[in-house]
């Protein structure tokens, strides 16, 4: 659900009805130039060696928050393209994508004859004729739409989820606009040299955004979280009335509940809040290891608890995450190589699921991965100080960024949802583990099929063998790294773990990085 209205509206010029594209034009432009100002004058001042390795921290800190701001002030289609662009570590230093990740997704609402002119046109019925009862005053806003509260003829109490009017048009209007930014910054501009894909990512948010602002899609969504958890009372979705759904308008049952972040509120309806965090945790872990199919912002405002059964109810289907099935042989083979402590295998298997760019030396990559292999998991992962989820996601966004690392967007969605899980745990229970509640739930889903002989452990030998017989090549491959160690090109290049995070990181990273590889083969294994 969105995040409620507590902030006085504020006046943002894309909301105007008589906002025209050439007035769009020159407020995008006028960000994109400022911004690409600023990022040349940065690069020059470090190239210069003018600034020390915090004041450059420091510095996109302040870009980064100043471009935050921007978006917002830009509007809907570009608090989409900031809550996107904090997925993609490879292509922002942490500092952007933890601004980045921040970004609130609230706008002022929009007037109550608009909401009723919207809901009479998509209904085809004037409201009272629908609703016996229906607040033209919104329980909730967002970038995308706002919700209100109404009462169905036949008695049921519903959430209305209003689209934006003219959202749509400014999603064209914007997009034709990126368009043209996109190639100028791919064809004509040092960063299109750096070997990224600006097209083909723009080409991935167009369709993403899409997908968000067509409510069917998310009534879908709905269903099938819906559907997963149907033998588990203690996790409610609202029923999604198709019957007054279109794809602007989404009427859902009203749930209402504590909001799970209110530990006070919490406690005076006695729940119990070690309870709320182990499920919580739980439920997300049966989402990644179980259904494939997962809340990708499970923030407190998304979910809440019900005061009656200590249940938890989720909201807002909008933006969920898939593992494509295409990706769960590869995952698998990366599990046998770290279970091997076999580096090659890891490496390949990573390049073949599009978490390592091919086109770059993977000789440091597989020298770096191979010593975390021999130093960490001769070692029981129980056995090491606990590190949190928040912690191992900012080692890895510092890993990949700048590095052949490319963790997919859907890796990172992960990642973020299990630290802000983390987060509201500890805040429940100090004493909260996520990995405490992850070892026995996957341990469990992983041994319910032991005499099938399509088990996952059972086929990891015989794929890893094939994968090493025909993709590492193994003879050539053999007398390059022979011809690698006649050349004396042995050392290990860690650059930015070695230089930023020194040793006491490095354990981190390589904990982190084994934790997030063994977590994205479990998701996959649910998703076969």
Same mark, same amino acid.
């Given at each position: ?130 609703? /016996?009862?229906? %607040?033209?005053?919104? @329980? *909730? ?10 009462? +169905? #003829?036949? =008695? ?112 005076? /309806?006695?729940? %119990?809040?070690?309870? @709320? *965090? ?10 990644? +290891? #179980?259904? =494939? ?236």
């Amino acid at each position: 659900m969105p995040a409620p209205v507590d902030d006085p509206p504020r006046s943002y010029r894309w909301s105007r009805s008589n906002y025209t594209p050439l007035g769009r034009l020159l407020d995008i432009g006028s960000v994109a130039s400022q911004f690409l100002f600023f990022l040349w004058k940065d690069r020059q001042a470090e190239q210069r060696g003018r600034l020390s390795s915090q004041a450059q921290s420091e510095l996109r800190r302040k870009r980064a928050v100043w471009l935050q701001e921007s978006l917002l002030q830009l509007g809907p289609t570009f608090i989409k393209i900031g809550q996107f662009f904090s997925t993609r570590s490879d292509l922002f230093p942490a500092e952007y994508i933890e601004e980045l990740s921040r970004l609130q997704d609230q706008v002022p609402a929009f007037d109550a004859a608009l909401v009723q002119a919207i809901v009479e046109r998509e209904l085809a019925k004037p409201v009272d004729e629908v609703f /016996a009862a229906f %607040d033209l005053v919104p @329980i *909730a806003s967002a970038s995308l739409g706002q919700v209100h509260q109404g009462t +169905l #003829q036949s =008695g049921k109490s519903v959430a209305v989820k209003v689209q934006r009017p003219g959202l749509q048009r400014l999603f064209e209007i914007d997009l034709n606009i990126l368009r043209g930014i996109v190639e100028t910054v791919q064809y004509r501009t040092i960063w299109g040299k750096q070997g990224h894909d600006w097209i083909g990512i723009y080409e991935e948010c167009r369709r993403t955004l899409w997908e968000e602002v067509d409510y069917l899609n998310e009534g879908r969504n709905a269903d099938t979280f819906r559907r997963n958890f149907r033998d588990h009372d203690q996790v409610v979705v609202p029923r999604v009335y198709w019957r007054y759904t279109t794809p602007r308008l989404l009427t859902m049952e009203y749930v209402p509940g504590i909001k799970v972040s209110s530990g006070e509120a919490l406690a005076a /309806a006695g729940i %119990d809040q070690k309870a @709320i *965090a182990h499920l919580g945790a739980e439920s997300y872990l049966r989402q990644l +290891l #179980q259904h =494939g199919f997962f809340h990708a912002d499970p923030h407190p405002g998304n979910i809440a608890v019900d005061a009656r059964t200590g249940g938890l109810i989720f909201y807002d289907f909008g933006m969920m995450g898939r593992v494509p099935k295409t990706t769960k042989d590869s995952l698998m083979i990366t599990l046998s190589g770290i279970i091997r402590q076999d580096a090659g295998v890891v490496v390949e298997s990573m390049v073949a699921l599009g978490a390592l760019a091919p086109d770059t030396d993977l000789g440091p990559v597989r020298r770096s991965v191979q010593y975390m292999l021999e130093n960490f998991m001769n070692q029981s992962l129980g056995s090491h100080e606990a590190v949190s989820m928040a912690a191992i996601s900012d080692d890895l966004y510092e890993l990949s960024y700048g590095q052949p690392f490319r963790f997919p967007a859907t890796f990172t969605f992960v990642l973020r949802a299990l630290s802000t899980l983390e987060a509201w745990g500890k805040s429940l229970d100090p004493s909260f583990n996520f990995m405490t509640v992850a070892q026995p739930l996957a341990t469990e889903l992983m041994s319910q099929s032991p005499g099938n002989p399509n088990n996952f452990f059972d086929q990891l030998g015989l794929q890893a063998a094939q994968f090493t017989n025909t993709s590492l090549n193994l003879p050539q491959r053999a007398e390059k790294a022979l011809n690698h160690l006649e050349q004396g090109d042995i050392k290990i290049r860690m650059t930015s773990v070695e230089t930023d995070r020194e040793l006491r990181k490095l354990n981190t990273v390589g904990v982190g990085l084994i934790y997030a590889m063994l977590c994205s083969v479990l998701i996959c294994r649910g998703h076969k």
